[in-house]
């Protein structure tokens, strides 16, 4: 089947369509045709080496598509369902058919396109766990810092909905879209501490970070409990500074709950970028270069083709 990934570790110049084999799913696996896949910033760093994958190899994390085939003793999915989830091993899913984990999938509502339910085992399952982890309560304040990404569009909605304050820290490009999705935005830094002060006179209650290094430094020290504090960024120093470590629930219970969101309208998992298949390259790119807007998906083989 045709397939893309990467021959050696490095640069994007090593990327390429491949032909693959078709593998049978294993035990908690999915054979699932692809109509759609979403793009990560994980992507390019899996073609990096950061994960240590051996190439070749095929890239992509999270599909949607119809299952064609299920593995042994898995239940609760058959041939024909329409699904979406993650893949194992981080790879994989930038395919004509792809394995995907049974238990990190779920099924996707009529009501919501495969191009929206692809993307929401990595940015919105992470947002879902970061909420989740840090019990935030309504009437309590959120900051996340570094809210223009995927994961913190996500999480500013999620939180939203629950009666929790968000302040969000972003280049102002991105004010007007928080802003619209129930966030009070401030500017990125000198003054950021001040700022974020004056959005939120009563304190922060927690704060979840996507940016590390110094900006996660700066703005650590305004939540009252350290233990309050997610970096996804940079788990050294948020551990330096007393937060935790996000703790992922990669269930089908939890993408279950999302695709509900998403097909009531509570959630918006903001995509604004379909390629198809053939411009794989030029959407990796995309994401790797800080050049794309909202979430970007890869159209295999978009539904009806």
């Known amino acids: 089947m045709r397939a893309y990934g990467f021959t050696t570790v490095g640069g994007p110049e090593h990327e390429a369509f491949l032909d693959v084999d078709v593998r049978q799913p294993g035990a908690d696996e999915l054979l699932v045709a692809v109509h759609a896949a979403g793009v990560n910033p994980g992507d390019w760093k899996v073609r990096e080496g950061s ?16 299952v064609v085939a299920t593995g042994p003793d898995v239940e609760g999915f058959a041939v024909g369902d329409e699904v979406f989830g993650g893949c194992p091993g981080m790879v994989g899913g930038w395919a004509e058919q792809a394995i995907v984990t049974a ?19 990595v940015a919105a399952g992470t947002a879902h766990d970061a909420l989740r982890q840090l019990g935030l309560r309504s009437g309590e304040t959120l900051l996340v810092n570094g809210a223009g990404g995927g994961v913190g569009v996500v999480l500013v909605q999620l939180a939203a909905a629950r009666g929790v304050r968000v302040v969000a820290t972003a280049s102002p490009g ?16 000198d003054g950021v501490v001040d700022r974020v002060r004056a959005a939120a006179p ?9 940016v590390g290094g110094d900006p996660l430094r700066t703005v650590a020290g305004l939540v009252t409990d350290p233990h309050r504090l997610i970096s996804v960024a940079d788990y050294g120093l948020s551990t330096e500074l ?23 309208g509570v959630l918006d998992p903001h995509v604004t970028d379909v390629r198809p298949f053939d411009d794989v390259a030029a959407a990796l790119a995309l994401v790797e270069h800080g ?8 159209d295999v083989a978009p539904v009806g083709a």
């Open 242 to 264: 007393g937060g935790q470590q996000l703790e992922r629930d990669r269930s089908t219970a939890v993408l279950t709950e999302l695709v509900g969101q998403v097909a009531d």
């Open 174 to 189: 991105k004010h007007e879209l928080l802003s619209r999705f129930g966030a009070t935005p401030v500017a990125y830094g």
């Open 291 to 298: 050049h794309a807007t909202g979430k970007v998906v890869v």
């Open 103 to 121: 238990s990190f999938a779920a099924h996707r509502p009529a009501s919501v396109s495969p191009e929206k339910a692809c993307v929401l085992p």
């Open 51 to 66: 994960y240590g994958t051996t190439p070749p190899a095929v890239l992509g994390r999270e599909v949607a598509g119809r």
């Open 202 to 210: 009563d304190g922060v209650d927690a704060v979840f970070d996507l």
